[in-house]
Each structure stands twice: as C-alpha cells, then as structure tokens.
C-alpha cells in the first residue's frame, strides 16, 4: 500500500498542470477582431449543441441509473457481501458518477479547445512556432483532465466504496465501482454518437454544396454550412473523444483491478488491486514531463523549418522511456517480479508499433496514401475502391500486432504463476492487463496530441474567414496537417489498446460469472465451467454471430445518420444560395446560425437509434441466449469491432491525406505532369475524403466506444445472465 | 441403404437432362450474321482466358496435391484405419478428382452459356417469352451439371473407398474423400478470384472511359474494352460460380456424412451416412420439374406482359413445395424421426427468407434501393456512403434468420437424442445438417437462375454491338434487370446457405479431431475436450481474431487487384481513342484482342497472391497456435466472411439498380421532376455502380470460396495442428 498515496497526488498534479495550462493558453493574444468575431460564432454555436446534446444524453442517462439500479436490485445472488437494494442503489450512484464525469470532461475540454482555437490563429501570425505550442497546451487541458479525472474519479469512488479497508472490502470494491464505467462509455457513447454525426454532416453537407458544387474554398464565408463544420470540429472531434477516452482509461482501469482480486485473494497483498491506479499515476506523470518539455525545452520545441510531427515525436518518445523506467519501479515495489515490468513493455511496444503502423498507413509518404493519389487520375470510382481496400488491407498488421502482444504479456504472466501460487489463467490474464496499463501510460499525452487536431483545424479556419494574410495561413495549414496525423495516430493507438484491453475485460466478465455462480451455491465444476467460452455450443455460436452482426448495423446506422443530416444541410445551403441576394459577391451574409441549428437537431435525433440499440442488443442477447453465448456476443462483438473502426479509421485518414497529397502540389502522374488543386484527379479525391468523412469522424470512433460499453454492460449486468 | 440407388440415377438423370437442354438450345437460331460476329469474338476472348487460367490453376492443383499428400503421409495418427503413405496417396487423389470435377463444371457450364448468348439475342428478336426460356435452359445446362457433377462425383469417390461395404469401411469412408471437397475449393478460389478480378476490371475500366469520360453508352463497339467486359460476364459469372457451388455442396454433403458417422457408429444403421447424399438428390429431382415447368408449362411460363421474374419465382415455389415432400419421404424411410422433417423444413424456410431479405434490399421498390437514388441527387460523396449504410445494415437480418434457423435446427435435432441414444449434441449438430440439407435442394435451380444472369446480360451487349433495332434492345433490358435480381438472389442464397452449414462444418472439423486424438490412444478427457473450442484461451481468442483478420486481408487484395487491373484498361481504352484515328466516327475499329490481352493477363497475375494467402495463413496458423485456435480461427473467420461478403454482394446490388432505377426514368425528387439518364444524379450513380461492381463480383464472391476452403482446409489437415 505504500504507493497509492501516488495516486491522487499525480491526478491533483494534473489538475494543477491543466490550471497552469488553461491561465496560460488563456491569457494569449485573441488575434485581429475579425478573428474574435468568428471564433465568437463558433463559440455560441458549440455551446448551444452541447447544451442540448447533453441535456438529451442526461435525461437517457438517469432514466438508465434508474434502470440499472432495479435489475441490480433484484439481483438474487451477487459476488459481493453487498446486496439488494443497497447494491443496486450503489450500482446506479457509480454510473451515475461515471456519466457526470465523463459528461464534464468532454465539455470542459471543448471549452477550452473552443477559447484556444482564436489564441492559436493569434499566435500563428508571430510564427509556426508559437503556434504549436498554444495548439499542444489547449489540446493537453483536455487530455490532462480527461486522464486525471478517470483516475481521481475510481480512486475516489474506490475509497468511498471501502477499498482501502483491506480484506473483504478492498475484495468488494472494484466490483462495485463497475457501474462507473458504464455510466462513462454510456455518456460517451451518445456523446461520440451526436457529436460525429454533427460535425460530419456539417462537414460533408458544407463540401458538397461549397467545394463541390460552387467550386469555392473550404472554410469560405459565403458558404453557409462553414460555422456549423467549424463547431462540428469542436463537439465532435474534441468533446466526443474526450468522453470516449475517458470511458476507455475507466473501464480499464476497473477491469484490471477486478483481475487483480483474483491474486489478491491467494497472496492476501492488496498491492495486487492497486497496482493499475498507481501505474497509471505515474504515466500520468510521464505525460506532464512530456508535454512540457515538448512546448518549452529548446532540443523538444518545433526548429525552424521542421516538420510541425518532429517536436511532438520527441515528446512522445520522451514519455514512452519514462514511462519504461517508472513500469520497471513501480512493479519492482509493488509486485516484487520482473515478469510482469516486461509484459509492461510489451503494452510500450504495442503503443510505439501502432504509431508506425497509422503513419505507414495515412501518411503520404508510403505506398497506400499513394496508391489512392494515383488511382484518383483514373475517376472516383477507382479512388473509393483503392481507399477502401486500403481500409480493408489495414487491418492485418494492427490483428497481428495484438496477437503477439497478448500472447506474449500472457505468457509473461503465466511465468509468475508458480511463485504466486495461482493458476497460470489468472496470471496470465494478469500480465495481459499489465500490457494494458503500460499501453495506457502515455495516454493524456496522446490525448493532447489529439485534441490539438481540431484546434489548429479550427485555427485555420478562422484564419482563412477573418481573410488574413495568406503567409499566416501557410502556417496553419501545415499545422492542419500534422493535425490530421495526429487524429489518425490517436485513433490508432485507442483501437490498439481497446483490443489490447479486450481480454483483460473479457476475463474481469468471466471472473465475475464465476464468483456470481459461487455465490449461488452453484457445484464447484459448475464454478471453473464458467472461465469457458465454447464455440461449438450453438447457442454460443449465434451469440458470437449477433455480436459481430451489431457492429454492421451500428455502423450502418451511424453512416446513415451523417448521410441524412447532410442531406438537409446541403438543401439548406442551396436554398440560402438561391433565396438570400449577393451571398456569392461577398454583399451579404449567409444565415450561418439556421444551418447551425438545422446540423443540431438533425444529429440530436439521429443519435438516439444507434445508441439505444448498443445498449439493448446485448442485454437481450444475454437474457435469452445467457452468460456463455453473451460471452462470445462480447467477445466476437469487441474483435469485429475493433478491425472495422481500424478500417474506417485509417481508411478515412489516408482518403483525406490522398486529398492534401494532392493540394500539396507534390504529386505527379507516371510522365511527370503535376496533378493539384482543381484537376480531375483532385476532384476525385475530394469525392473520397467526403466518403472517409464519416468513416473516420463517426462511425469509426463510435464503434470504439461501442466496444467499451458491451463490456461494461455485461459486466455490470453479468448476474442476470447466469 | 433401401434409397441409396436413387443417388447414381438422380444423378445420371441431371446429366440427361442437361444434353437434352444443351441440344435445345444450340440448335435454336442464332440471330443475324452481326450477332453471329460479336457473339464469336467474345467466344475467342472467353476460350482463350479460360485456357491459361486453367493452365495455372491446374500447376497449382498439382502443386498442392503433392505436397497435401507428403503432408498427409507424414501423419502418424489418424482416425481411419487407412494409415501413412497409403492415406497420402488416397487424399492427394481425392483432391485431384474435386479440382478437375471443380474444373470441368465451370468450364462446361460457360461454353454452354456462351453458345447460349447469341441464341438468346436470336430468340429476342421474337419476343421475351422465347428468349427467357432460351436463357433459362442455358443456364440451367451449368446448374444442372455442377449439381449432378457434385452428387456424382461424391457417390463415386464414395464407392470407391469403400463406402457401401458398410461397417469400419462405412465409418471411414467420409473422411477419406474430405480431400475431394479441398481440391474443389482450391480450384473454385483461383477460378471466382481469376475471373471476378477478370470481369470487374473489364467492367468498371471500359465504364469509367467509355461512359463517364466519353461518354458513350455501355456496350458501345466503339470501346475498345467493351469485348473484355462481354468475356467477363462469362469467365467471372458463369465459370466463377460454377466452380464455387460445384465445391460448396460438396464440402458441405461431405461435412454432413461426416456428422452421420456419428450417429452410425451407435444406431449401426448406415442410413446416417448416406442420406445427405440421398436428400441432394431428391434435391435434384425437384429442381429438374421446377426448371422444365418454368420454360414448358403454361401456368408456369412468362405471360404476356409480365415482370420476367414471375416465372422463375413461380418455378422457385414450385421446387421448394416439391423439395419439402420429398424430405417427409426421405426422412421417415432412412432416418424415421419426425423432427428431422422439421429440420430440413427448416433450411427451407430459410431459403425463402434469404432470397425475400435479399429482394428487399437490392429492389428498387423498397427504401434501401431508393435512399441511394435519393441521396444521388446531393452527389457522388452521399451516394457512396448512403451505399455502403445500405451495405452495412443489410448483414442484420440474415445474421438474425441464421441464429434462428441454427438454434431451431439444432433443438429439433436433439429432441431426436435419446430414441436414438446418442448425446444431444451429436443429434442436434446432425440437425443442423439437415437443414442444411434442406436449403441446398433446390439448388440446382438457383444456380440455373444465376447463370440466366450473365447470358441476358450477353445477349444484350450482342443486341447492341450489332446494332440491333430499339424494340429488340428494351426486351433483353429487360431480361437483364431481371438477370440482375436473380444474381443478387443467388449470392444471396449462397452465403445463406454457407453461414448455416458452418456450424455443420465447424462439427465435422471437432469430430475430426477427437477421432484423431482417440486414435493417439490419449485420454478420454482430453479426446471429450476436442468439442470445446473456448475463447476465453489466450491463444484460441487471437487465433478467432487472426480469422477475421484473414478475410479483411483477403477481400482487400481482391478488390485493389481489381483498381489496378482496371487502370490498366483505362490506359489502354484512352491509348486507342488516341492513337487509333476514326474510332469515334466508327469509321475504324478499336483493337478489342489487346485490350481482352491485357486483362486476362492482368487477372491471372493478380489472382495467385489472395489465393496464396487464403491457403497458407489457416495452414500457419494451425501449426503453430494448435487446433483449438485453428477451430476459433476457422469459426470466426466464417462469421467475418459471412457478413462481409452479405455487405458486399448486397450493397453492390443495390448500387447496381439505384442506378438502373434512375435509368428507368421512374425516379423523381421531393418536388416531382424526374431524373433520369444523363442527369447529375445519375453520373452519381453510374460512380455507385462503379465501386459496387468489385464488391458483388469479386470479393464479396471469392469471399464465399475462401470460406468453405477453410472448412475443407482444416477438416484435411486437422492432424497436423494436434
């Protein structure tokens, strides 16, 4: 126990970092009025959604506490002494935790993205420079809260819920606070949902009536869509993320606890259950170090002519060895056997090994991003199939990626066995959680890279609205794309740790099945029955097929929502082209506030389908076909989930680098003829990046918080299935 | 064994049937001399890719047959008294007989098909009833072959081991000829992915020139790819899916008998084994009334007036009417249990509800057909995407009627468990083979619909090539709309009946491998232990994640070999309007044998690496994971290519006829004005089809093979991964 004291130190460090950080991206210069006239648009749009949104999303979220809080309630048997009303009052108070804190990160995050977006466009006219580092600290607000929250938030509610009593009550805890993971991704997930419906269909509806049709810029002021894709950036990509990682570090963070119990119970030292908070704190650690030194120390900070990417690499890679170093003492204190420092490094690796292979695969420097360039000289059709089957062929390496490092942080794990004195399951599953908790240490930093995307997106829009100089706006188009690289690196690393995560959440399900099971009395074969998840019963089989049948349709529905949402912005901005005088000649503006509005109800409504249907498939999956088929329902769900958001979202990124390869004025055909901005070929390329839109943006992300949330559904409800 | 006779003469009698229908239609007319030259120069183009692709398939075939036979013989344990070289040179013959069988079912079946083109053109120049029965019982010569080749080839090859010896020889005979079903998925892989890769690339590279940059119709002589894309219908569709369903019901007869063994070995009543034999050709009888009724019988025949497919439905009900009679009388002599007529009722039902699934999605009369027309009119970009929400959400409702058609089957089967005194699994997964049964019935008569498909769509290309009258021209259009339906239909009713027979398939493979382990003289327990496949292994649950990983893998090589060989056409078609002086004024002709050349070159270079890889990783990954995991691979994977391959064929087909909707001149916008031809809404949709055109053709196709190549993969070399 002599560590946990670094919990909520380093999550009130982060606070203080996030305080520090918001007074000083706060402070900066706004920029030319024109700018703050723009950014004050976006700013009263963003706020208006989300105020809605959220509303929406609370209403859904006490109706399910309430919910919740009676199944759990008649709950018969249950694998802790608490029980009945008192379990379920417990359950739904976690998730209604989880859903508040969740909510505010999101919307605390967007808000200080929102107020640095200008700061950034201020800044861009002393420099690229300066730019980037106001850029980073406003996207690291959001991932430091984010980060520090999720801790502070189980490690709050771990206490309250008598964790560090010891004995049977630390045994109790982490099971308690599951309810906090689903009230989190539950949150998260309507608000990735509405939030990627927003701001593509504002993004694409925008496209097709500006850049498509009209033949004028992106983020140009006549256009009537551009404040609503602007405010999309922000509810979207910032705020819906924010709650989606948020999600994520909790609901991992709880199951590798509740693996931990189980080695608790035999070795009797609690470290076992501590250990994923205080790995985490001192990532969390790592990442303020990174962060810092990426904006402020001169061999980190962005040189002259570099590429804006070089400054935050050296910062990761800054992160990643401290965060080796600090696994390596933090196991050594804790958990006293080298084996489990190295299933850490392997979780390292993995984070590192899908950098590379979200770089290989959305940068225009190798061969896919190109491929799609070139086959864009032959029409659109050739682009979408070339893109799609990137997406398609993207997928193999992360699969293989996973494969190994979860085989491998098991059988790390399964080397500690012997000397714990358990089965080698529960080390091995153990060692991978570890993996997990490694990958997840340079999470906020990842996060502020994340959040740094749409704001130097939105930097570049007020810029080029504000009609600034176009030196100011080479700068923040270089910031844009290193933005874009960063988003796609984010993405990848999310889906690299949900899968890595994947079987550390299925374990916490099935460890819970079993001590349900032996609260029932239930014969002891009956009990170790319960780790077994077998294909080759049918019901298990159907079960596996409707979990990955549920990540289509999800998916389809999400890509419906933006197709239709955009449908009625495209109409709206034709009818302003048509009905409002002079819009074209710059004489009169276009009534940016009714698309705004329009984007807004469209995405609130379109949102709820797609999101009542991820949380009720698989409780009815689980009530009919019980605890082993919904087993594979998670499992099968979580696989198909993952290698379809890894399609979209790479596919997605390398649509839209394929289109900046090309405006770069960099790309040639097999003669040498330059291809750019306005040919045929770049026309086609626009096509695609609208189709990739929604793939990376909506249902991609969505699916990565799908994925979470079946397994903390299941979790949380396990004993109604049994 | 009172029924067995029925099999050779059901058989003989399919045979018959289809010289007599080869004789009617080659002796019909074959149209004006015009017709006679198209229809000879895609004859050329078709023999000639045909040839060397055949040429390359059977050096891998024999390549492979060697070193499954080295293989095999190496294995020191096997569940069949026939052991070590012997069993080697037995299972390399086996292969060797399904790949030529495999061979010669695709080859026949397209050379009838191209006689049949130009017939039908004749036959059209006289109406649409005689031209629909010409392109019937063409198609029909191909569905009738492969059906009665497969009954055929598995009777003899049964015989020949020694399977109506009954006892031991009996028991073992099933799995000698398991090798029969890997040489016919082995051949049936290279010939849809040759082919699909061949078809596809034709396709959308003379579109992408001919219509959308030139803008001159389909089929128009003065393109220079024009020729490849009329071979292609036939090398892809025809010969391709001949070969695909000829090893479809072999590997799934065999993988039925296989399950019999099971219940044989305690009722010691052979009929076990022999009645999915039995059953196909009752299957084949009823198919043979339906088809002669369809083209003969006046209730049964076009009508004056009527939508061409009324007739083929009515032919349809007919058969599956006939078909369930049959299996009352074939299940009460052999099997003498009630609950397997209800089984096979089953599969038939299921049948009816893939092809009215399939109907809703890719008809233009329901909303998932509209929404893309609709959303064709705000542009390529909501065109695509709306295309592929239609393609994504189309894979619930067969995940649905599959999960309910396997429990149900299954429960039925085990209500069946102690008359028969076998344990429930081994009756209930028995009972999913009998609806697999069921569904397969009637496919002699599906397979004649789909192969209707490419000769109407031939016979249009031949009506418009020689320049044909209008009138003539409207009734093969509408002959190919309905051409369209059916392929959809087919595909549709072959991933259907391949996600039922997975679970059949997945039984025979554990069975396989308890046999195997009992042979080894192991444990009772560990040999009990081979019927779990249990994800919650580390290893077993990255081995299900490494088979989705495959077909995603798979499905991207197919399609971006179809972007390449299409740029490939591309470049060539823009050469010759270059170079070629007058070929616009057709004045000259374009050089159609280059551009047939360069595809068949293009196609047969790009087909052996998916195909490579569709072998080698469930090889690799059963040696090296083991046998458990190689199940979860075999298992998931057919899962992922399930419902991809539903995303695939179904999204294309409703790609495909937005766009012939909007071509119809019935599709109109909110406000009334009707788009049509020409209109921006239609280029958006021509760009649809386009990127539909690989998915339906050639991976979502080849994606069926590769799925039944695992079954057969994993059921023949089973022993190694022990």
Known sequence: MDLIWVVPVSGLLALLFVG????????RDKGTKEMQE??????EGAVAFIKRQYLTIAILAIVAAVIIGVLVSLEQFTETNVKGM?????????FLVGAAASALSGIIGMYVA???NVRVAGAARKGVEPALAVALRGGAVSGFLVVGLSLIGVYLMFVAYGGLAGGEAARNAPFLIVGMGFGASFVALFAQLGGGIYTKAADVGSDLVGKVEAGIPEDDPRNAGVIADLVGDNVGDCAGRGADLFESTVAENIGAMILGVAIYVVTKNV???FFPLVVRAFGLIASIVGVWATTSLPFFKLNPGEEPMNPMFRGFALTVVLAGVMMYYVVMQMLGNIVFFWAGVVGLVTSVAFFLITMYYTESRW?????IAKASLRGTGPNIITGLAVGLENTAAPVVAVGIALIGSYWLGTQAAVALGVAPYVAGVFGTAVATMGMLMPAAFILAMDTFGPIVDNAGGIVEMSGAPEEIRKGTDALDAAGNTTKALTKGYAIGSAALAAFLLFGAYLDKVAEVRKAMGLPAEVVKASHTVDLGKVEVFVGAMLGAGLIFLFSALAMRAVSEVAEKIVDEVRRQFREIPGIMEGKNKPDYARAVDITARGSLQAMVAPGLLAVGVPIIVGIVLRAEAEAAFLMVGTIAGIILATVMNNGGGAW??????????????ETGKVHKKGSDAHKAAVVGDTVGDPFKDTAGPSLHVLIKLLATITLVLAPLFI
Not at 20 to 27: G, I, Q, R, T
Not at 367 to 371: A, F, I, L, N
Not at 656 to 669: L, P, Q, R, T, Y
């Open 38 to 43: 723009v950014a004050a648009t976006i700013f």
């Open 656 to 669: 839209d680098n394929a289109k900046k390869f090309i405006e770069s004025g960099e790309f040639h055909d």
């Open 86 to 94: 008192e379990l379920g009052i417990r359950t739904a108070v976690a």
């Open 20 to 27: 520090y950080l918001a007074w000083d991206v706060l402070k």
């Open 114 to 116: 929102v107020q640095s």
């Open 271 to 273: 470290d076992w259950i």
């Open 367 to 371: 061969r896919p991003v190109q491929s």
